[in-house]
């Protein structure tokens, strides 16, 4: 079933998409409808300019018919002058081309008047001849002269009806030709405005609806990626609040889905982590102390046995165990508690020179080469002075006990920018890489009577300041620490260290003899 539906929801077109695709529907309706009607136009114009190439013909057609009757004419007219028959042959010719010129006009005449005015000159044209036929040719075979003049006017009479009936014809086809191109010119003009408003139309709709679906996928995307942004922030009950049954709102139903599966997840991570701590911790504290009490008790055992030859080398023994397990319970308080900073103006080359005092004092250094600041180097910095020693020496009793044996010991300090740079570095055998990454667990000691928590305590310390440990350490060369502190008053605050979050913290550089 959930393939299904996944299939269907793969083959179902986003609301989006329907969207986009109505918006790009809309705009090429209204270039479709602006390119029809352009192509509608330029077939109106060319049928006009057709019909207009055919008024011209007739035009031409009507001119020929006149010149025809006229020459129609002259040949009657030279027949009458010269009153003899000798040019029928060519008067027949003039007549014969007459009625095909009048047939031809008769075809190019198109509306019922200018077919009228057409017969008319077919019809005068007619007359001419017959007048010609009926009267003119039997005279002169009956040789009769006396009636010249008057059959010549008759048949001129004719002749110019049909001029003035062609120029009358013109004048129809001129209006008829003017018509036309008035009315070509009124739809292109009409046409010029319907394409500019079809177009205008386009881009106002392009516009409107292009900012309508503008807004309505850049809210949505904003909301998207403020939410993500609070969410990589860490703001788990992050939640985006999109309606909508599209694409986006599938997606910030998916997103919160994702956020509360995440805080839940989250949630259980912690408690495991907490949980895994605190076994930790346990597990840390029930075996450093049950060393020294299992000593204590094997004393207390034989203190039983003889009680009356109590020895003070037992007690002794008993209360250095004890120490030792009173010092386990101060780690761990100073560890679960929140420093608690007193920041004043220290000198850091001084805490180192106290360090080798007070190592010296007791005699760890031995044979020791021992490089320090000298009296005269100062480097400031601001910080708690009773955490920042206990910082200093332990870090410097480190690289002490990683040389039993002897070796050189250097330590620098520098002033760089806004922070001041305290190095440690010793000569010892080193870290081996296998036990690099761990030396920053809680317990976590390479020493027999170590706790494992002094190098823990000294970064919450330092981080607390605001500052880093750098751990650098190689097998069989040694081991430098890079203790960075701010050199400016630093910002009140209160750092909770636990296990877990020392250990997470210092996975980036690690390294120490603790």
């Given at each position: 079933m959930p393939d299904i539906r996944r299939s269907a929801s793969r083959r179902r077109i986003s609301r989006t998409a329907l969207r986009l695709i109505g918006v790009f529907s809309v705009i090429l309706i209204f270039f479709a409808a602006s390119l029809l009607v352009t192509l509608f136009t330029l077939q109106q114009i060319v049928t006009m300019e057709s019909e207009i190439t055919e008024i011209d013909k007739a035009k031409h057609a009507g001119h020929l018919a006149a010149a025809y009757v006229r020459e129609q004419y002259i040949h009657q007219a030279h027949t009458i002058i010269s009153w003899n028959l000798s040019h029928l042959d060519h008067y027949d010719q003039a007549v014969n081309a007459t009625h095909e010129q009048t047939a031809e006009l008769r075809k190019l005449a198109l509306t019922p008047e200018e077919r009228a005015c057409v017969d008319e000159v077919t019809h005068t044209a007619t007359l001419n001849d017959e007048l010609f036929r009926s009267a003119v040719i039997p005279?002169?075979?009956?040789?009769?002269?006396?009636?010249?003049?008057?059959?010549?006017?008759?048949?001129?009479?004719?002749?110019?009806?049909?001029?003035?009936?062609?120029?009358?014809?013109?004048?129809?086809?001129?209006?008829?030709?003017?018509?036309?191109?008035?009315?070509?010119?009124?739809?292109?003009?009409?046409?010029?405005?319907?394409?500019?408003?079809?177009?205008?139309?386009?881009?106002?709709?392009?516009?409107?609806?292009?900012?309508?679906?503008?807004?309505?996928?850049?809210?949505?995307?904003?909301?998207?990626?403020?939410?993500?942004?609070?969410?990589?922030?860490?703001?788990?009950?992050?939640?985006?609040?999109?309606?909508?049954?599209?694409?986006?709102?599938?997606?910030?139903?998916?997103?919160?889905?994702?956020?509360?599966?995440?805080?839940?997840?989250?949630e259980h991570l912690v408690r495991s982590q907490k949980l895994a701590s605190i076994g930790q911790m346990a597990a840390g504290v029930a075996h450093e102390i049950n060393n020294?009490?299992?000593?204590?008790?094997?004393?207390?055992?034989?203190?039983?046995?003889?009680?009356?030859?109590?020895?003070?080398?037992?007690?002794?023994?008993?209360?250095?165990?004890?120490?030792?397990?009173?010092?386990?319970?101060?780690?761990?308080?100073?560890?679960?508690?929140?420093?608690?900073?007193?920041?004043?103006?220290?000198?850091?080359?001084?805490?180192?020179?106290?360090?080798?005092e007070r190592l010296g004092e007791s005699g760890k250094l031995r044979d020791l080469r021992i490089e320090q600041p000298a009296s005269e180097v100062q480097v400031t910095v601001y910080g708690d002075e009773a955490k920042l020693r206990q910082v200093v020496f332990n870090i410097v009793l480190n690289a002490v006990e990683a040389m039993p044996s002897g070796g050189a010991l250097t330590i620098q300090v520098a002033q760089m920018n806004d922070e001041a740079v305290l190095h440690v570095a010793d000569t010892g055998s080193g870290i081996p890489p296998e036990v690099l990454p761990h030396v920053f667990d809680p317990f976590f000691s390479t020493k027999p009577k170590g706790t494992g928590l002094g190098l823990v305590i000294s970064q919450a310390i330092v981080d607390a300041h605001g500052g880093t440990i750098d751990l650098r350490s190689e097998a069989g060369k040694g081991t430098r620490v890079a203790v960075r502190l701010p050199a400016k008053p630093p910002v009140a605050r209160s750092v909770t260290r636990t296990a877990s979050s020392g250990r997470k913290s210092n996975r980036r550089s690690v390294d120490s003899g603790e």
């Amino acid at each position: 079933m959930p393939d299904i539906r996944r299939s269907a929801s793969r083959r179902r077109i986003s609301r989006t998409a329907l969207r986009l695709i109505g918006v790009f529907s809309v705009i090429l309706i209204f270039f479709a409808a602006s390119l029809l009607v352009t192509l509608f136009t330029l077939q109106q114009i060319v049928t006009m300019e057709s019909e207009i190439t055919e008024i011209d013909k007739a035009k031409h057609a009507g001119h020929l018919a006149a010149a025809y009757v006229r020459e129609q004419y002259i040949h009657q007219a030279h027949t009458i002058i010269s009153w003899n028959l000798s040019h029928l042959d060519h008067y027949d010719q003039a007549v014969n081309a007459t009625h095909e010129q009048t047939a031809e006009l008769r075809k190019l005449a198109l509306t019922p008047e200018e077919r009228a005015c057409v017969d008319e000159v077919t019809h005068t044209a007619t007359l001419n001849d017959e007048l010609f036929r009926s009267a003119v040719i039997p005279a002169i075979q009956r040789n009769q002269p006396s009636q010249k003049q008057a059959l010549n006017e008759k048949l001129e009479a004719y002749v110019n009806q049909v001029v003035r009936l062609n120029e009358k014809l013109n004048e129809m086809l001129e209006r008829r030709s003017r018509d036309l191109l008035e009315h070509a010119e009124f739809i292109r003009e009409q046409v010029r405005v319907g394409i500019l408003g079809c177009f205008g139309l386009a881009l106002a709709v392009s516009f409107i609806m292009g900012l309508t679906m503008t807004r309505s996928i850049l809210r949505p995307l904003s909301a998207l990626r403020e939410g993500v942004l609070r969410l990589a922030g860490g703001d788990l009950s992050t939640r985006i609040a999109l309606d909508g049954r599209d694409e986006f709102g599938e997606l910030a139903s998916s997103f919160n889905q994702m956020a509360a599966d995440l805080a839940r997840h989250q949630e259980h991570l912690v408690r495991s982590q907490k949980l895994a701590s605190i076994g930790q911790m346990a597990a840390g504290v029930a075996h450093e102390i049950n060393n020294p009490l299992g000593v204590i008790l094997g004393y207390i055992k034989l203190m039983l046995k003889e009680p009356t030859q109590v020895k003070t080398s037992y007690l002794t023994t008993v209360e250095d165990e004890v120490r030792q397990c009173q010092r386990i319970v101060q780690d761990l308080l100073d560890l679960a508690r929140p420093p608690r900073l007193e920041p004043t103006r220290i000198d850091l080359a001084e805490l180192a020179r106290e360090a080798i005092e007070r190592l010296g004092e007791s005699g760890k250094l031995r044979d020791l080469r021992i490089e320090q600041p000298a009296s005269e180097v100062q480097v400031t910095v601001y910080g708690d002075e009773a955490k920042l020693r206990q910082v200093v020496f332990n870090i410097v009793l480190n690289a002490v006990e990683a040389m039993p044996s002897g070796g050189a010991l250097t330590i620098q300090v520098a002033q760089m920018n806004d922070e001041a740079v305290l190095h440690v570095a010793d000569t010892g055998s080193g870290i081996p890489p296998e036990v690099l990454p761990h030396v920053f667990d809680p317990f976590f000691s390479t020493k027999p009577k170590g706790t494992g928590l002094g190098l823990v305590i000294s970064q919450a310390i330092v981080d607390a300041h605001g500052g880093t440990i750098d751990l650098r350490s190689e097998a069989g060369k040694g081991t430098r620490v890079a203790v960075r502190l701010p050199a400016k008053p630093p910002v009140a605050r209160s750092v909770t260290r636990t296990a877990s979050s020392g250990r997470k913290s210092n996975r980036r550089s690690v390294d120490s003899g603790e």
